[in-house]
């Protein structure tokens, strides 16, 4: 089983829909989560962190569920611009910090 | 100018030669790391370092080395290139951490595409 799993899509949804990704990690003791945005052949960027409270940024909301060790992102409204790879990102430090990718969920918003 | 540069950006080699990418940060972070992306498998951790004298292995440093040169500067280096290193490569920084300890942003180079013939 990997560390991080994301279903890689693609999505593909209508302007103006909205669009949930979940994230799926196995070790209990992962810390920190993130959600990362990287558009095609660019590099990784962050979009947000995760906290536990959940948390909103606009037209994003992303929440944490530790006992089911998952977490959302959600996308209202999309845009045009929100076309991307979204990517899970988890970090623990169990004998040395670690941080684990998931392989990416890529959304394709369409006019 | 970008904070985490990368050179070259685009490289095409032959199997059996050496390459060396390069990484050079002005964000005055400690922590910096090399990633390789594949299709599906999302970003892999070849290499990392915590400081110029500590220098740790990924998950998939097989094949590859290091060189913290200083804190701004780390280098990945292929000492001999084969095909399936094709792949796309990150160098990221990250700094020491945050109060909380926990909520660290990685930032990441714009990437070399290497290409093994």
């Known amino acids: 089983r990997k560390e991080v799993e994301q279903d890689p899509g693609p999505f593909n949804v209508p302007e103006g829909a909205t669009v949930a990704f979940n994230c799926t990690y196995s070790?209990?003791?992962?810390?920190?989560f993130f959600w990362y945005r990287q558009d095609c052949r660019k590099e990784p960027k962050l979009l947000m962190s995760v906290y536990s409270s959940g948390n909103e940024d606009g037209r994003f909301t992303a929440q944490l569920n530790r006992a089911s060790q998952y977490i959302s992102l959600l996308i209202r409204d999309s845009k045009l611009s929100d076309s991307a790879t979204y990517l899970c990102?988890?970090?623990?430090?169990?004998?040395?910090?670690?941080?684990?990718f998931g392989a990416g969920t890529r959304l394709f918003v369409k006019a | 100018d970008a904070d985490v540069t990368q050179t070259p950006r685009n490289r095409i080699t032959k199997t059996g030669k050496r390459i060396m990418l390069e990484c050079s940060q002005t964000k005055g972070h400690d922590r910096m790391y090399w990633y390789r992306q594949d299709p599906g498998l999302g970003l892999r951790l070849i290499y990392y370092s915590f400081d110029v004298k500590d220098i740790n292995k990924g998950e998939i440093s097989d094949g590859y080395s290091v060189s913290r040169q200083a804190q701004a500067k780390f280098s990945l280096s292929l000492e001999s290139a084969i095909p399936n290193q094709t792949a796309l490569y990150f160098c990221a920084t990250m700094s020491r951490g945050s109060g909380r300890g926990s909520y660290n942003e990685q930032f990441f180079g714009p990437g070399t595409r290497l290409t093994v013939l």
């Open positions: 070790n209990s003791a992962s810390q920190s």
């Open positions: 990102v988890v970090t623990l430090n169990t004998g040395g910090f670690k941080t684990i």
